[in-house]
């Protein structure tokens, strides 16, 4: 199963696990999950490109492990809470389609 935490309080988004729904190469699920992380921690790169607005983020990308944390300056936290909250969605549409195949919480 996969598991997707978004910590709102840290902008920090950990997702872990396989969906495990089909053969590795073949899971769909995985791969939806998959390009999620990958555009988050794409958005992430790109609002550090201006150093006065962000710091550089914090990004694992590993096989069943990815860790994204979005670090901005002052007043943009908002910013980057939009930005989360509109791509975690997909995270949260995936956990309500597949419950047998990921989990997605928000704390913080």
């Given at each position: 199963?996969?598991?997707?935490?978004?910590?709102?309080?840290?902008?920090?988004?950990?997702?872990?696990?396989?969906?495990?729904?089909?053969?590795?190469?073949?899971?769909?699920?995985?791969?939806?999950?998959?390009?999620?992380?990958?555009?988050?921690?794409?958005?992430?790169?790109?609002?550090?490109?201006d150093h006065?607005?962000?710091?550089?983020p914090k990004?694992?990308?590993?096989?069943?492990?990815?860790?994204?944390?979005?670090?901005?300056?002052?007043?943009?936290?908002?910013?980057?809470?939009?930005?989360?909250?509109?791509?975690?969605?997909?995270?949260?549409?995936?956990?309500?389609?597949?419950?047998?195949?990921?989990?997605?919480?928000?704390?913080?």
């Open positions: 199963m996969i598991e997707a935490i978004y910590d709102r309080k840290k902008l920090t988004v950990a997702v872990t696990g396989h969906a495990r729904s089909a053969e590795p190469g073949k899971d769909l699920i995985c791969a939806a999950a998959t390009i999620l992380v990958y555009t988050l921690a794409g958005n992430a790169e790109s609002l550090a490109e006065s607005r962000f710091h550089h990004i694992t990308l590993e096989e069943g492990n990815a860790s994204i944390r979005v670090r901005p300056i002052g007043s943009m936290k908002a910013v980057a809470t939009v930005i989360l909250d509109a791509i975690c969605a997909g995270f949260d549409i995936l956990a309500k389609q597949y419950p047998e195949n990921i989990c997605y919480k928000v704390v913080g």
